[in-house]
């Protein structure tokens, strides 16, 4: 089993829908959560912290589900400039080092 | 303000042979993390540098080696180069081993083995 699991994408969608992305971690000693964005061919960059009060950022939305070791993110009025690879990152730590996991990214396609 | 820099962008190697590459971090970060990204997939963990030491290492074989230097600068080596090494090679920069910051990554370095 993968430590980070992501939905199987692509997710195609139109202009101004709601998409909703999960992803399950099998580490319950994970500590810190995010979403990272990345664009065709692009490094990832860092879209939000996820936090276990959840989390809104403008049009986006991070849940925490610890007891179900769950982690959403949810996409209001999709735009056309949404369209990319959604990462789902768990921070494990050992000692003192923290290494980030990633899930396999689910895809975003928003169409006009 | 400089990112993250990996050199270089992209890079053709043949079956067998070994290969460097290089990471700068941010200005200020002093922990760099290396990533292997294949198509369609996310990054796996690598290794990370810290004080010139490697603190944590991901499931990749002892072909995968690397290094941090005192400008905590880091390379990344792949002896014996297999094609299924193909891949985007990512470098994360990041405070402190990683410890609730922001990690910011390089452009990658794509590598072809042929």
């Known amino acids: 089993r993968k430590e980070v699991e992501q939905d199987p994408g692509p997710f195609n969608v139109p202009e101004g829908a709601t998409v909703a992305f999960n992803c399950t971690y099998s580490n319950s000693a994970s500590q810190s959560f995010f979403w990272y964005r990345q664009d065709c061919r692009k490094e990832p960059k860092l879209l939000m912290s996820?936090?276990?009060s959840g989390n809104e950022d403008g049009r986006f939305t991070a849940q925490l589900n610890r007891a179900s070791q769950y982690i959403s993110l949810l996409i209001r009025d999709s735009k056309l400039s949404d369209s990319a690879t959604y990462l789902c990152v768990v921070i494990y730590y050992s000692g003192n080092t923290g290494k980030l996991i990633f899930g396999q990214g689910t895809t975003l396609q928003v169409k006009p | 303000d400089a990112g993250v820099t990996q050199s270089p962008t992209h890079l053709i190697k043949t079956r067998g042979q070994q290969v460097t590459l290089r990471c700068s971090p941010k200005s200020g970060h002093d922990t760099v993390s290396w990533y292997q990204q294949a198509l369609g997939q996310g990054p796996q963990f690598i290794f990370q540098y810290y004080e010139e030491e490697e603190r944590q290492r991901g499931n990749f074989p002892d072909r995968f080696s690397g290094h941090q230097f005192p400008n905590y600068s880091s390379e990344l080596n792949v002896n014996a180069l297999l094609l299924g090494d193909s891949a985007l090679y990512l470098c994360?920069?990041?405070?402190?081993?990683?410890?609730?910051?922001?990690?910011?990554f390089g452009q990658g370095t794509r590598l072809t083995v042929v």
């Open positions: 994360a920069s990041s405070l402190e081993q990683g410890r609730g910051t922001e990690a910011f």
């Open positions: 996820v936090y276990s």
